[in-house]
């Protein structure tokens, strides 16, 4: 059964620094992995999809790694801003139709 | 329309009552999911449709729980004889073909809490 832990479950950081959120997963037969978004009281947003064939996907300052045979991706956010505090889920999109869900990083950034 | 909606988002009901939420998908995407996010813990799979057929409905955690969805369009969920442990956020999110490398759109979720 594919589980997806996060780490760490909270993370605050001063603005301006760069950060690392690690996602891992049990089962390495994946079709993509997806980080997402979620601001409080909000929906999901997609941030980054990469598909198993792919090491890496960038948008501006946000940069996801996969590293399949291991189960583990990162996902590195440069010169963190205020406007990026928010909860951070990983999730892998599995045989049929199920995209399984981490618990999510929950990301503070002081100014 | 411009995203997924769901309604009502926020809903408040008694122990044992039937609730229903509603989600819009995004126009013309014909793949729907539920999801269900309690407290503190990941988003849990209920359903999922290819237009109007559900062909993975193994997440629904009991009889209690039924969706449809009709016009290959709007999809409603019915919990009956609601329990507080159904108490969570109820999350849609469509894509275009269900394609397993579709990036998912969410909906703002309803909030059920049970009394």
């Known amino acids: 059964k594919q589980e997806v832990t996060q780490i760490p479950a909270a993370l605050s950081v001063p603005e301006g620094e760069n950060l690392v959120l690690n996602c891992s997963f049990t089962?390495?037969?994946?079709?993509?992995l997806q980080w997402f978004r979620q601001d409080p009281g909000k929906g999901l947003t997609s941030l980054l999809l990469i598909q198993s064939s792919q090491r890496e996907q960038t948008s501006g300052r946000l940069n996801a790694s996969l590293d399949k045979s291991s189960g583990r991706s990162t996902l590195y956010i440069a010169a963190s801003q205020p406007g990026d505090s928010a909860t951070y889920l990983c999730?892998?999109?599995?045989?049929?139709?199920?995209?399984?869900f981490g618990a999510g990083t929950r990301l503070f950034v002081k100014a | 329309g411009a995203g997924v909606s769901q309604s009502p988002s926020n809903k408040v009901t008694e122990k044992g009552k039937d609730v229903e939420l509603r989600c819009d998908p995004i126009s013309g995407h014909t793949a729907l999911y539920w999801y269900r996010q309690s407290l503190g813990q990941g988003l849990e799979f209920l359903i999922y449709f290819q237009g109007n057929s559900a062909p993975d409905k193994s997440g629904l955690p009991s009889d209690r729980f039924s969706a449809e969805r009709t016009g290959g369009s709007v999809s409603t969920l019915t919990i009956q004889r609601t329990q507080q442990e159904d108490s969570a956020v109820y999350l849609c999110?469509?894509?275009?073909?269900?394609?397993?490398?579709?990036?998912?759109?969410f909906g703002s979720g309803t909030q059920l809490s049970v009394l």
């Open positions: 999730a892998v999109r599995t045989g049929g139709f199920k995209t399984i």
């Open positions: 089962d390495s037969a994946i079709y993509n």
């Open positions: 999110a469509s894509s275009l073909f269900g394609d397993k490398n579709e990036k998912l759109f």
